[in-house]
């Protein structure tokens, strides 16, 4: 299990009828791979998570296994609401080989600080799979505090966090942390945000869980390499050439963009599960515009 480097939330390809496409799940799944990155996350947030059912994200999980075959890290969207059904999804993860759960903090009901721990701590004595935290609050309404993070990180399974918070100074104070209680060698730390992983990784942060290397795997793993290699010269070349890209996959509510670049680029299908519905036409002439620009189309 490799947690450092690039790893990708990927989109779910659905057909026409609305269900899973799988041979295009497959095929995206091959081409990631195929262009350099570390790791696959299937069913998360990018990969429209919220709107697919229990049997369809098991499925997805099914066949992220399969299709991988350990040639790169295996991560599965594995969170809740509700820490039975967190519970549920992080032993279903477990029993068919996923190297990683991924772990969203609970939605919704905004659990207080003590909530967050023991709902993540049933998890980490109830289950044997390393478990990945995943800490966003502008989709959750709540933020783990550092030293909520750090004594989390203590538990044996608690493993790495995806940080999507994009407070730096609350970074850097994590970071801090785990250093002085000797966490920083056992607990890896990932940027969840795509145009702050140069500073992030500068900082500690050993990786980037990405929405834009769906559509542009090798360079973004180039620029996340740059960063392990300590030349963050070039790194920061990297991440302005790929600036446009990355900001314009949040053009309109993920994944419509990187879904529709997609397309565009032959892909696969653009299709959406509702709420999220298609991209304006202006957008959509931006997102291409800044795909030619980037010799993708």
């Known amino acids: 299990m490799k947690l ?13 009828d609305n269900e899973i496409d799988e041979e295009r799940y497959r095929s995206h799944i091959d081409f990631l791979i195929e262009n ?4 696959l996350l299937a069913v998360g947030t990018t990969g429209e998570s919220a709107t697919i059912s229990h049997d369809e994200h098991k499925k997805i999980i099914d066949i992220l296994i399969d299709q991988v075959d ?15 059904e967190a519970k549920e999804l992080v032993k279903y993860a477990e029993n068919v080989g996923a190297d990683v759960a991924l772990v969203i903090t609970p939605y919704y009901n905004k659990p207080q600080q003590s909530g967050m721990y023991e709902h993540f701590k049933i998890l980490n004595d109830t289950n044997d799979i390393p478990i990945m935290l995943y800490n966003v609050p502008s989709r959750t309404g709540v933020d783990l505090s550092v030293e909520t993070i750090c004594d989390l990180a203590c538990l044996d399974n608690i493993v790495s966090i995806k940080e ?3 407070n730096l100074d609350k970074f850097a104070k994590l970071l801090s942390c785990l250093e002085k209680d000797g966490l920083n060698d056992n607990f ?17 942060a050993v990786g980037l869980i990405s929405v834009a290397a769906n559509v542009d795997p090798r360079r973004m793993s180039n620029m996340v390499n ?6 963050f010269s070039t790194a920061s070349k990297l991440a302005y050439d790929l600036y446009d890209l990355m900001d314009v996959m949040f053009i309109e509510a993920s994944p419509a963009p990187a879904k529709k670049a997609l397309e565009l680029m032959g892909n696969m299908n653009g299709y959406l599960r509702m709420p999220i519905n298609e ?12 795909l ?4 993708l189309l």
């Open 292 to 295: 030619i620009k980037d010799n």
């Open 226 to 231: 740059k960063c392990l290699e300590n030349d």
């Open 279 to 290: 991209m304006s036409t202006d957008n959509e002439e931006i997102l291409k515009n800044i």
């Open 188 to 204: 890896k730390v990932l940027s969840g945000n795509d145009v702050l992983t140069v500073p992030m990784m500068a900082q500690g």
């Open 36 to 39: 350099g990155v570390d790791g």
């Open 70 to 84: 350990g040639r790169v890290t295996t991560l599965a969207g594995a969170g809740s609401n509700s820490t039975a």
């Open 4 to 16: 450092e480097g690039t790893h990708v939330a990927m989109v779910t390809p659905f057909t026409k």
């Open 164 to 166: 999507a918070n994009p």
